[in-house]
């Protein structure tokens, strides 16, 4: 789908590459930075950073492309950018089965934001055709009316065959938002199902997405998205079962916590991580009058969270209130709880450990297309003398990963 007069339209990608197009959005939010440049090793860099510490939008479309493109200079950017100290805004997620009406919700999450004057950045991430490559990005088109406010800054990305219901590096372009100081983060992921859970790497608060008629009630009760949830939202109610599917998502719930208020497990941890916080007073003391802490005891721990099952009609906002403040209570939950520092150290983890997949796959490529090292190892596999196993062997040990691992097979291989 291209544009006639440009090789990338907005709300397209690249059928080639499956890229998406640099549109400069419209307006500037008035959003504060203070973020610290460091030292960027390449004038460009520099220019980026310094438009992004300006609050210029432009800065933050080409800082996305180059993340999400994997360009020279992506990490050095994230670099400089987590260590500027900027950031801190909550990251909530939006995840479901295909057709339960994910953008429409964000829509209306995001219009709500911002009547109450807060500026919100949106990735939306749809699903790459198999056969071009490119993505429709439907997502952006659906949120086509937001498009002109310049509190809310939209970037649609492309699967790009990644699982999970993200885009490979869907989570370094939240990244980026956060730093450019967006208070609120809201991640659409591509519609998914029982396993598709990478959502729970990416944001503070997951909401999972459900709708009548489709089955989704026995869906929820399978162990995937029953512990991914923070909320479960039930959309289109209007439509015929709603109620009955509310209904089944708080009975598997129960039956998950024995019956137990408060001891449901939550997505990244046993049990005592999901409670929402100020029930009874501070941190869930019944005795303590007006939330404060009891002088007598260490300070108490809130109570566990129960995921709360919502209704909603997103094509006229009914319920979206309602969504919007549990989103906040679940945000005061966490950070009470403690749990919103586990979370964010747990994602730091994940990162160090993504960032050295990468890299290591990348300079196994590099090797491997260096010189005629691969030729050579499929004629020594073809003479019969070697296999993949001894082959790989011997590319780890040129990449200086051997040491103090065993081999792959305990067979002695001559270094070259």
């Known amino acids: 789908m291209s544009h006639p007069d440009d090789t990338h339209a907005p709300g397209t990608s690249d059928a080639r590459s499956g890229r998406t197009a640099d549109v400069e959005p419209v307006g500037t939010p008035e959003v504060p930075r203070t973020v610290r440049t460091g030292n960027p090793s390449s004038p460009a860099l520099m220019s980026l950073i310094s438009g992004m510490e300006e609050g210029r939008r432009i800065a933050l479309a080409r800082s996305i492309s180059l993340v999400e493109n994997e360009r020279g200079g ?59 490559g490119g993505a429709l990005l439907g997502d952006r088109i659906r949120m086509n009316d937001l498009a002109t406010d310049p509190g809310i800054f939209i ?5 790009r065959g990644s699982l999970g219901g993200l885009a490979t590096t869907t989570k370094e ?55 991914i949830a923070d909320i479960f939202v039930v959309n289109k109610a209007d439509r015929p079962g709603a109620d009955r599917l509310v209904k089944e998502i708080r009975a598997a719930l129960k039956l998950r916590t024995g019956g137990m208020p408060g001891a449901a497990p939550g997505h990244h941890g046993p049990a ?80 160090i450990r993504e960032v050295l997949d990468r ?19 499929l004629d020594r596999i073809d003479g019969g003398a070697e296999t993949p196993y001894s082959e790989a062997t011997r590319f780890l040990r040129r990449l200086g990963l051997g040491a103090g691992e065993p081999d792959l097979i305990p067979t002695p291989i001559p270094t070259e």
């Open 359 to 377: 890299e290591a796959r990348r300079r196994i490529r590099r090797l491997l297309a260096r010189d005629d090292s691969l030729p050579e190892a």
């Open 272 to 351: 005592g991580h999901h409670g929402p916080a100020g029930h009874h007073g501070f941190a869930g003391h019944p005795d303590s009058p007006g939330g404060e802490r009891p002088s007598q005891e260490a300070p108490a721990v809130p109570d566990a969270w129960v995921p709360p099952v919502l209704l909603t009609m997103a094509h006229n906002g009914e319920g979206v209130e309602e969504l919007r403040s549990t989103v906040d209570r679940h945000r005061s939950w966490l950070v009470s709880s403690g749990e919103l520092e586990e979370r964010r150290r747990a994602r730091m983890a994940d990162r």
């Open 155 to 159: 970037r649609s990305m492309a699967s």
């Open 173 to 227: 372009v939240v990244d980026v938002m956060d730093a450019y100081g967006f208070p609120q983060v809201l991640i659409e992921t591509v519609g998914v199902g029982q396993t598709e859970l990478e959502i729970t790497r990416a944001a503070d608060t997951v909401v999972v997405v459900l709708t009548p008629e489709s089955g989704d009630g026995i869906q929820a009760m399978k162990a995937g998205l029953m512990e």
């Open 74 to 132: 992506f990490q050095e950017l994230l670099h400089t950018l987590m260590a500027s100290g900027r950031g801190g805004g909550s990251r909530v997620g939006f995840t479901g089965p295909p057709g339960a009406g994910k953008s429409s919700l964000v829509s209306a999450f995001a219009r709500l934001a911002r009547q109450a004057g807060e500026k919100v950045g949106i990735v939306a991430v749809d699903p790459t055709s198999p056969y071009s």
